[in-house]
């Protein structure tokens, strides 16, 4: 409709009278929208509590699975010798003496102008051959040593080549194996590989002025040495695998001496996933407590009021605080989890004593690493069940919560329209008022002017 002046005819303001009439009108829209604030901020806390459940069943699974908790350490008493020890490992020790590192090998040929030609005029052709005999015949583009060098590298020959300069403008091609260790071993040639089959290539290592500037070789290292049990262990880099089971040992010099290694149970380690997982509980717990406190005002006119948290009364998010709870706190083995260090608390959290896991751990390692399983395989559980995508009680808590907001939104649009419908509607009742208003003015003041003109024709009259 145009735009229209309030109360021309009345004196009134339409205006102001429309929009108190649709401030009624519209509060069942406003609880819907109350509704929906207050669906979003439940929402909200049920993702964080979500997220809170999956990093502790993260976690606790980790925590829970096999070999988890058999953690060692490996140490030595030599700073030439590190080891390390996987979960497969046991405590025990064992004495090693590193008597050879590994070597790459590295084999530099006598000093080039240009690389020679064959009988042909051509480059002549290089042949790489393996330790397993397998040769590699590689063409160079031309006599250029750059080009050589460019064709080695790009033949994945089981070598790599560099140019290294000689004097006088002279250069050696310098070749390393692409592999540390006696498998790595190779021979260079010039000529094909039918040139060696017949004898006439040329060792680019044997001529005068080539040298194997470092051969190939594996580490080795001895195992009871001295002793009728005396035996060797190879390696093609510096690290020895299982010489204990789960055990690997990395030697950056030989030993004179035997060099004791030491594998025992890794406390510390083990101590930590349990004080890890308690604190996530802690945590989870905690939020839900919090969100779940009811706090109490008093007005300024003494009257105390009671206000329930967002979580206050939620069957499902109970549910699981109760089994999480439930998990850590239930015995293991017919033992207490405080004997173990784990000790729940008047509030309902639970507190981690690391002196007394230690103890535990002294006294039954096998035990305390089995209770500490068990824990984490229940509370892992707890949270699958409460936090799955597809069957968990919080995700569904969720999705119920935003199909409810779908729907409102839906009904808060739909109330828009009916809104603005309204609005029309009383601006046309209104208008029309003014327009009535204003005709029976026009009326009345002509009904006015007619009767003032007959009563001056009256007083002419009678004045004659």
Do not use: C
Not at 22 to 40: G, H, N, R, W, Y
Not at 187 to 213: C, E, K, S
Not at 287 to 298: E, R
Not at 423 to 445: D, H, I
């Amino acid at each position: 409709m145009g735009t229209s002046i309030d109360g021309l005819a009345s004196g009134l303001n339409t205006t102001s009278i429309i929009d108190s009439l649709m401030a009624v009108e519209a509060l069942p829209q406003q609880q819907l929208q109350s509704k929906v604030a207050t669906d979003q901020s439940m929402i909200n806390a049920l993702g964080s509590l979500n997220t809170r459940l999956t990093v502790l069943g993260s976690l606790a699974s980790a925590a829970s699975a096999s070999g988890a908790t058999n953690l060692f350490t490996a140490t030595t008493n030599s700073p030439a010798v590190t080891a390390t020890a996987s979960t497969m490992a046991a405590a025990g020790s064992i004495d090693v003496t590193v008597t050879q590192l590994s070597s790459t090998k590295i084999g530099v040929t006598q000093a080039f102008t240009t690389w020679p030609t064959d009988a042909s005029g051509n480059p002549a052709h290089l042949t790489l051959v393996g330790k397993t005999g397998k040769a590699t015949e590689i063409t160079p583009a031309s006599t250029s040593l750059d080009d050589v060098v460019k064709a080695v590298n790009a033949a994945g020959g089981g070598a790599t080549a560099v140019k290294v300069p000689a004097g006088n403008g002279t250069y050696r091609l310098q070749l390393t194996s692409s592999m540390s260790g006696a498998s790595g071993d190779f021979r260079a040639y010039q000529g094909t590989a039918a040139d060696i089959t017949a004898g006439t290539a040329t060792d680019l290592f044997a001529q005068p002025t080539a040298a194997i500037v470092k051969p190939a070789a594996d580490a080795q290292a001895i195992l009871y040495a001295g002793t009728p049990a005396q035996q060797t262990i190879t390696s093609s880099s510096n690290t020895f695998s299982e010489v204990l089971t789960g055990v690997a040992v990395t030697a950056t010099a030989v030993s004179s001496s035997p060099v004791t290694v030491t594998v025992a149970s890794d406390t510390a380690g083990i101590s930590k996933k349990a004080s890890d997982l308690v604190s996530s509980v802690n945590d989870l717990l905690g939020y839900i407590a919090t969100s779940s406190a009811v706090s109490t005002t008093t007005s300024a006119a003494g009257v105390a009021s009671a206000k329930g948290g967002i979580f206050t009364g939620n069957s499902s998010v109970r549910a699981a605080s109760d089994a999480v709870t439930e998990a850590v706190v239930a015995p293991v083995n017919g033992k207490s989890p405080s004997e173990y260090g784990v000790v729940i608390q008047q509030d309902g959290t639970f507190t981690f004593d690391s002196t007394k896991f230690a103890s535990a751990m002294a006294a039954d390692p096998a035990g305390t690493q089995s209770a500490l399983s068990q824990i984490a395989t229940r509370v892992a559980a707890a949270t699958t069940n409460a936090s799955d995508p597809v069957n968990g009680s919080i995700p569904q808590l969720i999705k119920g919560q935003q199909s409810e907001v779908s729907d409102l939104t839906s009904q808060i649009a739909d109330w828009d329209t009916r809104l603005a419908d309204r609005r029309t509607a009383l601006k046309a009742v209104y208008t029309n008022m003014e327009v009535l208003l204003g005709n029976l003015k026009s009326q009345s003041s002509w009904l006015s002017g007619q009767i003032s003109a007959l009563s001056s024709s009256s007083s002419s009259s009678s004045g004659k």
